[in-house]
């Protein structure tokens, strides 16, 4: 199995060749809590420009609340709640919903949201790899979605959130989990239209480098700010591999809320992994 790549960054030494040097390549992060870093409050102010809750919830329609409910699903754990969408759209389909981020900034702004449409989040500051030190109880389903878990670039802690999220469940939970669809990056070249996901068309979201190890993604919005994500570019096939080896026993995977698709056409894949075996 395939864990990050290993990469040296250059060293800026002077070459002798009159060859035009390709861009530097940016550093690795060392870490896979970077992203709190990441993630500042001019930066978490504008994440809703790029999501457009409006056009979001009309894009994915009932996907998520029509697979919770066919499964008689009812409490939720949104471990990557972000500016709270999934959150909200699921208190207002009437499930239990617990909301819990890494990101403190997040967390004020997805609870702000709330408020301003009439609810109340049930929040919580929580690391992936300590969850269940961080939240308590036992859940119908967790939730991992907005391609968060691409934040993780240690497969030790890949392993390590999938096992807390694993043991966050009952005995017949389900984890929903989605990730951009890095093959096609990887294999083909970035086109992705952003149809489903981040729907805001008059913010810029693409890649700026990618190679096996990392995705750096450059934001643009129309004041001119700028702000970049590093991410690291999961295959898909790798995430289905480690859901298994972590106990899961069935694995189901859509292309951008779709069970028949080309691997190569969707923006997004989302795995929804069972604890138990159907009946």
């Given amino acids: 199995m395939n864990g990050p790549g290993q990469h040296r960054a250059g060293n800026g030494a002077a070459q002798k060749s009159k060859t035009r040097q390709p861009p530097a390549k940016p550093a690795k992060p060392s870490e896979s809590d970077q992203y709190r870093e990441e993630y ?14 409006d ?6 329609g009932q996907f998520f609340i029509d697979m919770l409910r066919a499964r008689g699903k009812r409490d939720v754990l949104d471990v990557a709640t972000g500016t709270g969408f999934h959150s909200v759209q699921l208190l207002k389909a009437g499930f239990q919903v617990t909301s819990a981020d890494g990101s403190a900034e997040m967390l004020a702004k997805a609870f702000a949201n709330a408020r301003e449409r009439g609810l109340v989040l049930h929040t919580a500051l ?32 890949r392993r390590r959130a999938l ?3 694993y043991a966050a469940l009952k005995h017949d939970g389900i984890l929903i989990l989605d990730q951009r669809n890095y093959d096609a990056i990887l294999d083909v070249g970035f086109d992705s239209k952003h149809k489903y996901y981040y729907c805001g068309d008059q913010v810029t979201a693409a890649p700026e480098y990618v190679d096996p190890g990392l995705a750096r993604f450059k934001y643009e919005f129309p004041d001119g700010s700028v ?53």
Wanted: aromatic share 16%.
């Fill in 163 to 165: 096992a807390e999220f």
């Fill in 126 to 157: 929580a690391d992936w790899r300590e969850l269940n030190r961080d939240i308590h109880g036992r859940y119908d389903a967790v939730i991992c979605l907005g391609n968060s878990f691409t934040h993780l670039f240690d497969e030790r802690d």
């Fill in 55 to 60: 056009a979001r919830a009309e894009s994915e």
């Fill in 40 to 53: 500042v409050r001019g930066f978490v102010e504008k994440w809703d420009e790029l999501i457009d809750w």
């Fill in 227 to 279: 702000y970049h994500l590093n991410m690291f570019p999961l295959r898909k096939n790798y995430v289905r591999d480690l859901m298994l080896e972590v106990g899961f026993r069935k694995v189901r995977t859509y292309g951008d809320f779709q069970e028949t698709y080309n691997d190569h056409d969707p923006d997004f894949f989302i795995h929804v992994a069972e604890k138990a075996y159907e009946r």
